[in-house]
């Protein structure tokens, strides 16, 4: 590619999963992959046990904000990814999709979050091997 790729991760309150997603890929991309949040019914705020688990590893998400899903994200977009929560996406030719299937973090203490936080992790740091690889 010779412009930036860009993901969109979508979770229908884009509080936990899209959101942890998210913050994982812009670390381990340092600039090299714009990353997008969204959702089809945005919650107020993050959730707050998916904040922690990332702050257990020196990552902040506390100041993002849940954000509704737009055909303009999914367009700009080259790979979406929903979070396993059933949420659809306009689809466009030429676009990635992927669904990862996640159990949902919301109402969930930090000890229940940490092994969503993990498989997320594990997740994005495969797809970002294989977006810079292309």
Request: glycine letters at 8%; aromatic letters at 4%.
């Amino acid at each position: 590619m010779t412009r930036t790729p860009e993901v969109l991760f979508v979770c229908v309150h884009n509080a936990g999963r899209s959101q942890m997603a998210a913050g994982l890929l812009r670390h381990y991309s340092l600039g090299r992959v714009a990353v997008r949040s969204a959702g089809s019914e945005p919650a107020e705020k993050v959730n707050p046990a998916a904040a922690a688990a990332l702050a257990e590893w020196g990552l902040d998400i506390t100041a993002e904000l849940p954000t509704k899903l737009s055909t303009e994200d999914v367009d700009a977009s080259d790979v979406v990814i929903t979070m396993g929560c059933g949420d659809t996406c306009p689809v466009f030719p030429g676009k990635r999709y992927l669904d990862w299937p996640l159990e949902d973090p919301a109402g969930q203490g930090l000890e229940a979050v940490r092994p969503i936080r993990d498989e997320i992790d594990r997740r994005v740091r495969g797809l970002l091997a294989e977006i810079l690889d292309a």
